[in-house]
């Protein structure tokens, strides 16, 4: 039962960086860990972005592809998204989340759910603007 605690969001102009971070209460491996876009204006909707599987398998959605990087950190039991070359339509709550069998299909709008993952962190207001 792994508590995801967030940090790392703010402001940022076009083509500025951001690193967020997720840190579980657990261990987490064994755990899928992906990260997910809400945009502002899109309600429940929410964007797989990127995904670590347990067999430490990443993919990208082609919208951040090349722009961001998924890093798994074990010894503090944490996640990061690093973002490069922020774009406008990159702004929006992001969330990390975890689960030991499911993964989400990376570049899925997932409509008001919670895309099959048992555990979210709190989320994290991105912005990009001039």
């Known amino acids: 039962q792994p508590t995801l605690t967030q940090s790392g969001g703010g402001s940022v102009q076009p083509g500025g960086s951001l690193k967020l971070s997720c840190t579980a209460s657990?261990?987490?491996?064994?755990?899928?860990l992906a990260w997910f876009r809400q945009a502002p204006e899109g309600g429940k909707d929410r964007l797989a972005v990127?995904?670590?599987?347990?067999?430490?398998?990443?993919n990208y959605a082609r919208s951040v592809e090349g722009r961001a990087t998924i890093i798994r950190v074990d010894a503090n039991n944490t996640l990061y998204l690093q973002m490069n070359n922020l774009k406008p339509e990159d702004a929006g709550m992001y969330y990390c989340a975890a689960d030991r069998a499911n993964c989400p299909r990376v570049g899925t709008w997932y409509s008001g759910g919670r895309a099959g993952m048992d555990y979210w962190g709190q989320g994290s207001l991105v912005t990009v603007s001039p």
């Open positions: 657990t261990y987490i491996s064994g755990f899928c």
């Open positions: 990127a995904s670590l599987d347990r067999a430490w398998r990443i």
